[in-house]
């Protein structure tokens, strides 16, 4: 769907469009002049922006160094790295430390993963050696955090220093009739997602099934565009973005019993389970990108 969105914009637009890379690399045409969307990042963002943004640890410190409040992050190298950068951050003690110092309750993920994978949250002490290695089979660094009581999260997409759109997400959590199995009840709460249920059976009447404890939509998280305090949200936004120099991404906010702070960026805008769950999500996606890729090649001629 993704794909064919950008064929439609590029036709609309008058665009050359190549596929390249296995349809990875998109390349535009126009007026002798080329700009490139890789994945769902669109030839806006600077480079070193780009990985500020992606990169939990740094986008933590530099929001931090701003006072923006804003989920506490700690950084760990993996054994390997003999970097001399890595040489303090490397000991898996750092992990027990932080574990203790959290009062037993930390999440451990990949410090530059998106759509929810490889987050874990450990209550359990003798998990964190065990995480770890998993992790760093696949990653260079790793971001601990303490855990958060999230009352909401709500996911803002920025283009230009405008706000395009902000919505909630919320948590595929189910309440038993007493006549309905987990997976029937998942699928009313969200038909657009395929839920893997290991052990399926009726759930007693009121009683409360939580799928997942994450937010992210590729977990079958569902959107709602009824969002709370959304100028006070809009507002946090934009001083994030213009922090972080975010010219198109994404920001998303949680709501704690402390307050609001921001939860983590993203340099790519992905907007496929939009897509796939509201009527009109093809519509909403489709005029963002285009204005996206209009800008993409207006950059360079002012």
Same mark, same amino acid.
């Given at each position: =769907? &993704?794909?064919?969105? +950008? *064929? %439609?914009?590029? %036709?609309? /637009?008058? /665009?050359?469009?190549?596929?390249?890379? $296995? $349809?990875? /690399?998109? =390349?535009l045409e126009k007026d002798n002049q080329i700009r490139y969307i890789t994945g769902y990042k669109f030839d806006l963002n600077s480079q070193s922006s780009s990985l500020s943004i992606d990169d939990k640890y740094a986008m933590y410190e530099i929001l931090k160094n701003k006072n923006i409040p804003v989920i506490t992050h700690h950084l760990m190298y993996s054994q390997s790295n003999n970097e001399p950068y890595a040489k303090d951050y490397k000991d898996k003690s750092l992990a027990h430390k932080y574990f203790k110092k959290y009062h037993s309750n930390i999440v451990i993920k990949n410090n530059t993963g998106t759509c929810g994978h490889d987050v874990y949250h450990i209550t359990d002490e003798k998990e964190i050696d065990i995480t770890l290695d998993k992790i760093f089979k696949k990653a260079h660094s790793i971001s601990i955090c303490p855990f958060y009581n999230i009352i909401d999260e709500y996911r803002i997409i920025i283009l230009n220093n405008h706000v395009k759109l902000i919505y909630k997400k919320v948590r595929p959590i189910i309440y038993g009739d007493g006549i309905?199995? +987990?997976? &029937?009840? /998942? *699928?009313?709460?969200n038909s657009n997602y395929q839920y893997k249920i290991l052990d399926d059976y009726i759930l007693p009447k009121d009683k409360e099934y939580m799928y997942t404890w994450l937010h992210n939509l590729s977990n079958g998280t569902k959107i709602n565009l009824e969002v709370p305090n959304k100028e006070y949200l809009i507002n946090f936004a934009k001083e994030v973005a213009n922090i972080l120099n975010i010219k198109f991404g994404s920001i998303d906010i949680i709501n704690t019993p402390s307050g609001y702070l921001v939860l983590e960026c993203n340099s790519g805008v992905m907007m496929n389970n939009l897509i796939n769950q509201l009527p009109n999500g093809k519509a909403i996606a489709k005029d963002i990108y285009k204005e996206a890729i209009k800008l993409m090649f207006q950059e360079y001629n002012q």
């Open positions: =769907m &993704y794909q064919n969105i +950008i *064929k %439609e914009i590029s %036709e609309e /637009l008058g /665009l050359k469009i190549h596929f390249l890379s $296995n $349809n990875w /690399l998109i =390349m309905h199995t +987990i997976s &029937y009840l /998942l *699928k009313e709460f």
